[in-house]
Each structure stands twice: as C-alpha cells, then as structure tokens.
C-alpha cells in the first residue's frame, strides 16, 4: 500500500512540475490575454519618370476568450502617392483566430476567419469611391521571440470572397486556394504580436 501511495504522489509531483514549468515558460496564450500586432509596409519605385510611393499600416487587437480562441479586431490605413495622384484607403476588420497546434514550445500554429469593410479613394477629381467587402479564411503561425513577443507569419487566405462597387457597377470574386504548395509562399504576412 505504501508503494501505491508513494508512486501516486511522485507521479502528481512531476505532472505538477511539468506543468507549472511549462506555465512559468509563458510561451503561448491563454483566456483572458489581450494581444496588440499589425503590419507596416511601404514601398517606392522610381522608374526614372515617376516615382511612386506607398506605404500601409494596420493595427490590430485581440483579445483571447479560451485557451485557443482569440477575437480581434484592426484597421487598415493606406496611402498611394505618384506625384500627380495621391489615393488613400481605409479599412475595418473583424476576425476570429483558433490556435489549434503547437510545433514545439515557441511555434503556435492557428486558422482565422474574419471580414471587413473598406473604402479606397483614388485621388482623381470628380471620380467615385471604391467600397469594399471582404470574407476569408486563412491559416498562419507565431514565433514566440520571448514570453511576451511574437512574429505572426500569416501563411494565406484559403477561401476568400470580395465585392467592390463603384458608383453603380460591382464586381465580385471568390476564391479558393487548396494549391498548398504554390499558395502558401506566394503572399505570406509579416507581423508583430504583443502579449499583455
């Protein structure tokens, strides 16, 4: 009976320890952790006539409702200048994220779903605006840099739709990705992610 006592109380004190290691290496999320991240491009192309520049910058935060679940929202601020045009977009969205496997300790791999609302205005007098609405789905991956910083890499969207309407005329479009091999290294995302 002793032995049965003193196995069962080893085996608790190594699933504690195991666990509160893991807890206090702090790689990963949990309910309740608010997250901040986004994207920051620019670009600029001089062909020797026009020099074009553009540069986008998107915010986003989350907040994580389970272990696994996080909801968030961000914003889309963009701007386009060629010397003659100067085009300006903006955009909200919304997104739900589901962690769903860990490659090791420091890569969390998830699937998001989300929409979003935007406009574009190119700048052109007397020309219309362009709205826009967009649906996908995607998958992407973190990199915990430190218990508190990650690298989002957003891998691609798999299913996606989009409509735009200009003045009176729309046009829609939807795809779906399952080309995992071309589509996943075509237009991959770079980000930062902050965990309060």
């Known amino acids: 009976m002793k032995k049965i006592i003193l196995t069962a109380a080893a085996v608790f004190a190594i699933s504690f320890a195991n666990a509160q290691d893991k807890k206090d290496s702090g790689f990963g999320f949990a309910k309740g952790d608010v997250v901040v991240g986004g994207n920051i491009s620019y670009s600029s192309n001089d062909n020797g006539t026009t020099k074009t520049t553009s540069s986008t ?3 986003q935060l989350g907040y994580f409702i ?3 679940l996080a909801l968030g929202a961000g914003l889309t601020i963009g701007s386009m200048d060629n010397g003659t045009t100067k085009a300006s977009s903006f955009g909200l969205d919304l997104e739900g994220r589901y962690y769903f496997l860990n490659l090791g300790e420091r890569f969390k791999t998830y699937t998001n779903f989300g929409f979003g609302f935007g406009s574009m205005d190119s700048g052109l007098a007397g020309a219309d605006k362009v ?3 967009n649906l996908g789905g995607g998958l992407g991956m973190n990199y915990f840099v430190t218990s508190k ?7 691609s969207n798999i299913l996606s739709y989009g409509s735009q309407k200009v003045g009176s005329s729309s ?26």
């Open 57 to 59: 910058f998107s915010p």
């Open 66 to 68: 389970s272990d696994n």
């Open 131 to 133: 709205k826009t609405f």
């Open 149 to 155: 910083l990650a690298i989002n890499w957003g891998l």
């Open 171 to 196: 046009t829609t479009n939807v795809d779906l990705n399952v080309n995992v091999f071309q589509n996943f290294f075509n237009t991959p995302t770079f980000g930062l992610v902050y965990k309060f």
